[in-house]
């Protein structure tokens, strides 16, 4: 019984961390003043925000007796591998746009 | 040996492919088996053209060391960023500025951009190979030259002495 609430507390922890980093994730995307400081709020809200929340749901799985629950690990892979090709074609696309001009 | 070349081009990423497959169906069974299988084999086949010349990985207990520090700078830029993110707008300072590379693998220098733009606050834009230098993007940069000492030191200089090059 201790066990579970323990990994409950750990559970609820990373998820409003995760939650957290998204929210503030998209308050920057809402508050930065041009584009390229926009594009910095995508690649915090992947990074922290969905990789705590991912670690939340491998400890959750991991703890509900499902065994160790790997998936999540291949989730937070392909995301740390997209997400800075996202950055840097959004990044390579707006400067092309604006030299253009 | 040279049938081996020809069936599994890329060892490593028939491997990564593999071990992919098995954790995405999370069942270890004969079937999700064989169908990864099949899938490290024909992956590395289709996408042969498209890998550049990997160099080797020549120092693994400095990659494992780099890749922690990664970690733990994602985590601490994060909150550097979120406290810029929520201050005042008017008291941060982004702009360009061009990293000067030492490197001349393409590959490394994909992944060096990669992990500049991982760490919050800085975003690689455009990766030129002529010119060695990549381009970035950042959230505050103070000063400039601080800001490209502090990524050769911290991720050029292991990535250069991780893979000789």
């Known amino acids: 019984m201790m066990e579970a609430t323990l990994s409950e507390v750990v559970v609820s922890v990373l998820l409003l961390v995760g939650a957290g980093f998204a929210l503030v994730g998209s308050i920057g995307l809402a508050r930065m003043p041009d584009f390229f400081t926009r594009m910095h709020a995508p690649t ?38 997209t997400a800075p090709l996202v950055g840097h074609l959004l990044g390579k696309a707006a400067l092309r746009g604006t030299r253009k001009d | 040996m040279t049938i081996r070349k020809r ?31 099949i899938l490290a084999v024909l992956i590395p086949l289709f996408t042969q053209r498209f890998w550049p010349d990997r160099p080797l990985v020549r120092r693994p207990v400095l990659a494992v060391r780099l890749f922690l520090r990664v970690c733990f700078d994602i985590v601490l830029a994060n909150w550097e960023v979120a406290r810029l993110v929520l201050g005042p707008i008017g008291r941060i300072h982004p702009r360009f500025f061009d990293l000067p590379l030492d490197i001349d693998d393409p590959f490394v220098a994909t992944l060096l951009a990669s992990i500049i733009s991982l760490t919050p606050g800085t975003v690689s834009v455009d990766i030129d190979t002529e010119a060695r230098l990549i381009h970035v993007h950042g959230l505050n940069v103070g000063d400039e030259g601080a800001a490209i000492a502090a990524i050769k030191a911290r991720y050029e200089a292991p990535l250069k002495e991780i893979f000789q090059c």
């Open chain 1, 44 to 81: 915090k809200a992947t990074t922290l925000g969905v990789g705590a929340i991912v670690v939340a749901s491998l400890v959750f799985h991991s703890s509900s007796g499902g065994g160790l629950s790997l998936r999540e690990l291949a989730i937070s892979l392909f995301l740390f591998i």
């Open chain 2, 7 to 37: 069936l599994l081009p890329q060892p490593f990423v028939s491997v990564a492919v593999l071990g992919l497959w098995l954790v995405m169906v999370s069942a270890f069974t004969l079937g999700s088996l064989l169908m990864g299988a």
